[in-house]
């Protein structure tokens, strides 16, 4: 039946073009002060408007009181690692102690204890992990979730990794989007004769591209382009493959050193090229002239006391559309809380509340392809809401690492909190 979401201090509808916001456009959440939101059996909103015309317009709907709080599109958080095995909390503290990336993972930390971790389980036991995870990623206001793969790095693993996620899409309160990313490191044992890199990236294009194409596993590839990881070169010739099966594109792109990672995702017509913490000039001017959207991930770098962010108001001020993802993962942002990423999008990046919350929901749709389905409320979109018990929409950034979120639902169907 229609239901009717009343009483709210505000609605942040993010309405506007089912696309991804540039520039100015980023700057309007299109917030509305005293109004309703009515949803349609379809679980489709229907109308944005005071509550006494929609109890008029719909005199038979179930009614939902929000209380005073304020409604706002569910978060799309377009960029995480969420399958995984044991937590890595030890390397936080080998970090604080000045221990490097390459002497932690020489002691056996870093993404190889993942993979050697996650090669153990069986899916069942990577389901039940991720899904109380997720269940906690809900819990603050997250309705759209990419989830990618890529602690598997062999065939096996990786297609076991993407049907976990396949199959979580069924029990989780989150609409899941899956990235197959086995181009995430250089496995081990192809570092050594007789196995090299070549092979390994030779076995992605050749053989994991294709088997996750076939059973429709995935919705996006992407690849670590970073200086010391995946080259320009081998990540261009892994997206060209994955582009020919079908797969649209993503990329991690100069996120510690500048690679001219995000001149090759403009290049291939990337959906996102994500972290951009070392972007160049011509880096910013190349993702402005394209349609790529800036995915930017402030908890990665806060987490590992690094103390440069990705140049969000030069993304913003050069015309690029920026968005903001949590970058859940267990080894460099291992956060549930998406309001936490946007308080880091304000006072780290320093975007505008408004350009945060856009950056969270419009945006984010638009880097996972989905701006014409959820981002917004509006009229024909996804009835996906989160309720938050503030007065005022800028309490959300503002109460910084507090559980605001009160309830979730997805195409109007309760989620979290019910
Ligand atoms: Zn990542």
């Known amino acids: 039946m229609t239901q009717l979401f009343v009483n709210a201090a ?18 309007d959440a299109a917030v509305r ?14 109308a944005v408007a005071p509550d006494a015309e929609l109890r008029a317009d719909h005199p038979a709907a179930a009614v939902i009181d929000c209380a005073q709080g304020v409604l706002t599109p569910g978060f799309v958080d377009s960029h995480t690692h ?3 095995g044991r937590a890595r909390y030890e390397e936080q503290e080998m970090r604080a102690a000045g221990v490097g990336y390459l002497e932690i993972a020489k002691r056996g930390g870093g993404i190889h204890s993942s993979v050697r971790d996650l090669r153990t389980r069986s899916e069942a036991d990577l389901a039940s992990l991720a899904a109380a995870r997720l269940r906690r990623i809900a819990a603050h206001g997250t309705t759209t979730l990419e989830v990618k793969s890529g602690y598997g790095l062999s065939l096996e693993s990786e297609l076991a990794t993407l049907r976990v996620i396949r199959r979580l899409a069924a029990e989780v309160p989150l609409r899941l989007v899956a990235t197959f990313l086995g181009a995430h490191e250089v496995p081990l044992e192809y570092r050594e004769a007789p196995r090299d890199r070549g092979q390994y990236i030779a076995l992605v294009t050749e053989e994991m591209i294709p088997a996750v194409a076939k059973e429709g596993l995935a ?13 320009v070169d081998e990540t261009r010739r892994i ?19 500048n690679g001219a990672a995000a001149e090759l995702a403009a290049e291939l017509g990337a959906t996102s090229a994500d972290h951009l ?26 987490f590992l006391g690094r103390p440069k962010q990705a140049p969000a108001r030069a993304l913003v001020n050069a015309g690029v559309a920026v968005a903001l993802a949590s970058d859940f993962n267990p080894g460099t942002s291992p956060t549930v809380n998406f309001p936490l990423v946007l308080t880091l999008g304000v006072s780290q990046l320093r975007l505008s509340v408004a350009e945060a919350f856009v950056a969270a929901t419009v945006n984010g749709a638009a880097a996972l392809g989905l701006a014409g389905e959820v981002g917004q409320i509006a009229p024909g979109f996804q009835a996906d809401l989160a309720l938050f018990d503030v007065r005022d929409h800028r309490e959300i950034p503002y109460w910084y690492g507090d559980q605001r979120c009160r309830r979730t639902w997805v195409g109007g169907r309760p989620a979290h909190g019910a």
């Open 10 to 27: 505000e609605v942040v509808t993010c309405a506007g073009p089912a696309r991804a916001r540039r520039g100015a456009e980023q700057g």
């Open 33 to 46: 002060p005293a109004v309703g939101v009515a949803v349609g059996e379809d679980g489709r909103v229907l």
């Open 82 to 84: 969420a399958i995984f």
């Open 219 to 231: 919705r996006f590839c992407d690849v670590f382009c970073e200086p010391g990881v995946y080259t």
């Open 239 to 257: 997206l060209t493959a994955a582009r020919g099966a079908g797969m649209g594109l993503k990329l991690h792109a100069d996120e510690l050193e």
């Open 277 to 302: 913490a070392a972007i160049s000039d011509l880096g910013i001017a190349a993702l402005a002239a394209s349609g790529t959207v800036a995915t930017l991930l402030p908890g990665t770098m806060l």
